[in-house]
């Protein structure tokens, strides 16, 4: 009977594995098949270069966030949030701003303001208040590179 068990055991283990396995390879296909269908932002060069630049430096920003809340350091964190904030917001190149659709303002124009917010809230919120509106912020990050590419 014990040997049975153990039998039953390794067979289900080892349908999960392959369950795994195909899951996996089905998504590599899908990779390799189809096409980008998120939409192209028409950058020139120039432009292109500007816009990625200012988002490694949103990436930047997060981070000096996420380090800030893990020691407590408040003035780190609102550092780094206003950095990515308004001034950003407000940085961006007028012939840029105008070949962005009305959707990608819209989410981007939000996510400067997520920034200035956890700036203000670094004042005086928890740190775990803090880390979850961390995490709705990068919702914005994953909302937006899943509709557009600059390339
Ligand atoms: C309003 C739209 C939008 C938002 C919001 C947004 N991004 Fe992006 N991001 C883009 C697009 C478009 C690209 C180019 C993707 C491509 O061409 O594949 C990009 C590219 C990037 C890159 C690659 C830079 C490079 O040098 O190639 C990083 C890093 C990045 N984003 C970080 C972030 C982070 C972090 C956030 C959130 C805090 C964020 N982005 C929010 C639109 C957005």
Redesign the pocket.
């Known amino acids: 009977m014990a040997d049975l068990n153990s039998k039953c055991k390794a067979w289900s283990a080892f349908l999960a594995v392959s369950a795994l396995t195909i899951d996996m390879s089905v998504a590599w296909a899908d990779d390799a098949t189809h096409q980008d269908k998120?939409l192209d932002?028409g950058l020139t060069a120039a432009e292109r270069n500007e816009?990625?630049?200012e988002?490694?430096q949103?990436?930047a920003?997060?981070q000096g966030i996420v380090a800030g809340i893990s020691t407590e350091d408040r003035q780190k964190i609102a550092k780094s949030a206003r950095y990515?904030g308004n001034r950003m917001a407000r940085a961006t190149p007028v012939s840029v701003r105008r070949k962005?659709p009305p959707s990608?303002?819209d989410?981007?124009g939000d996510?400067h303001m997520m920034?200035e917010e956890i700036a203000v809230r670094a004042e005086a919120d928890d740190m775990d208040m803090l880390a979850a509106l961390t995490g709705r912020?990068?919702q914005?990050?994953l909302?937006?590179?899943a509709?557009?590419?600059?390339?």
Do not use: D, E, K, P
């Not at 509709?147 to 390339?151: H, K, P, Q, V």
């Open positions: 998120r932002l816009f990625l630049s988002m490694r949103m990436l920003s997060v990515s962005l990608f303002r989410i981007g996510t920034f912020l990068m914005q990050c909302t937006c590179h509709m557009f590419r600059a390339n």
